[in-house]
Nanobody
Framework: QVQLVESGGGLVQAGESLRLSCAASGLTFSIYTMGWYRQAPGKQRELVAT????????TADPSVRGRFTISRDNTKNTVYLQMNSLPPEDTDVYYC???????????????WGSGTLVTVSS
C-alpha cells in the first residue's frame, strides 16, 4: 500500500521559513517524479514544484521562485520543500504527489498525500 505522509506544516509569521517533508512508502521511490502542490479553500490544486528521478528541480509556480526549493533524498524516500520568506499569501494546504509516467497516460501511476496546512500570519 502506497503512503505519502507530509509533515512540517504549521503556523508561522510572515517572513519566516518552513520545511515540509513527505515520506513515501510502498513504492519504488527513486523511479517517481515527486511534486508539491498547494490548494486554497474553494480553489483548484496548483502545482508548486517538481523534482524528477535525476533530482532535476522545476519550480512551476512563478510566485515562489527564488523562495521555495524542492529536493529529494532517495536514501530516505523523502521529498522536501524548503519555503523561505513566507508571506500570508502562501497560506494553503500543501500536498505531496508521486508520479510515474507510462508511455500511455492511461497507465500513469499517481499518488497523493493527505496534505499539511501552512498558515502564515501577518
Amino acid at each position: 500500500q502506497v503512503q505519502l505522509v507530509e509533515s512540517g506544516g504549521g503556523l508561522v509569521q510572515a517572513g519566516e521559513s518552513l520545511r515540509l517533508s513527505c515520506a513515501a512508502s510502498g513504492l519504488t521511490f527513486s523511479i517517481y517524479t515527486m511534486g508539491w502542490y498547494r490548494q486554497a479553500p474553494g480553489k483548484q490544486r496548483e502545482l508548486v514544484a517538481t523534482v524528477d528521478t535525476d533530482s532535476n528541480a522545476n519550480t512551476a509556480d512563478p510566485s515562489v521562485r527564488g523562495r521555495f526549493t524542492i529536493s529529494r533524498d532517495n536514501t530516505k524516500n523523502t521529498v522536501y520543500l524548503q519555503m523561505n520568506s513566507l508571506p500570508p499569501e502562501d497560506t494553503d494546504v500543501y500536498y505531496c504527489n508521486a508520479l510515474q509516467r507510462a508511455l500511455n497516460p492511461k497507465y500513469d501511476r499517481r499518488y497523493w498525500g493527505s496534505g499539511t496546512l501552512v498558515t502564515v500570519s501577518s
